[in-house]
């Protein structure tokens, strides 16, 4: 079967499911799960938290494929212009467009999770309150909340890691090394 016959096969059978698949909520009908998923302007916070990790994602993969030797990485990496760091930007630059792209389905299932958590009523309840200035207030500082919310967590880890520092390098060394400095010996 050649790949084209492959692809129209896969099409049809799909299509042959979504045909079978019976009476479902209109999709073009958004009920209020939809509605108050999209009044939270959820892809900013999406694109934010995404960015944040997308450097170490990136690096990740790059580094997979270094010990992979796969596609032509090692060549890119030694003779490309710009070298680790174009690749990682250019790598970082195509996931976050992939990652866009998924935007739409994260809607629906977002909107799925609301509708198993909250009846119909309670839905137009909250629909209804993001309708009201303190609603619209509410749901607009959500972002610079959570923002700040990561800020204050950051600087309580650095705390606590400054401090566990102090504590940590003793007991490893009492621990590990023993009262008299020295590593006990090795069983044979």
């Known amino acids: 079967m050649t790949r084209m016959t492959k692809r129209a096969s896969l099409v049809l059978a799909a299509s042959l499911l979504l045909v079978g698949a019976g009476p479902a909520r209109a999709a073009d009908a958004p009920d209020a799960a939809d509605r108050v998923v ?42 490309g212009r710009g070298g680790r760091d174009r690749l990682q930007r250019i790598l970082s630059e195509e996931i976050a467009r992939a990652f866009r792209l998924q935007f739409p389905q994260l809607r629906k299932e977002v909107a799925e999770l609301y509708r198993a958590r ?29 923002r700040a919310m990561t800020k204050l967590g950051e600087k309580a880890g650095m705390r606590a890691g400054g401090e566990a520092m102090t504590t940590a390098l003793p007991r490893a060394e009492a621990e590990m090394l023993g009262p008299d400095g020295n590593a006990p010996a090795r069983k044979k």
């Open 118 to 146: 909250f009846s119909p009523a309670e839905l137009a309840e909250v629909e209804a309150f993001i309708a009201t200035d303190v609603g619209r207030k509410w749901f607009a500082g959500q972002l610079e909340i959570g």
């Open 38 to 79: 999209a009044s939270l302007n959820l892809e900013p916070q999406w694109d934010e938290g995404f960015s944040a990790v997308l450097p170490l994602v990136s690096d990740n993969i790059i580094s997979t494929f270094e010990r992979q030797n796969f596609g032509n990485v090692q060549e890119l990496l030694a003779n």
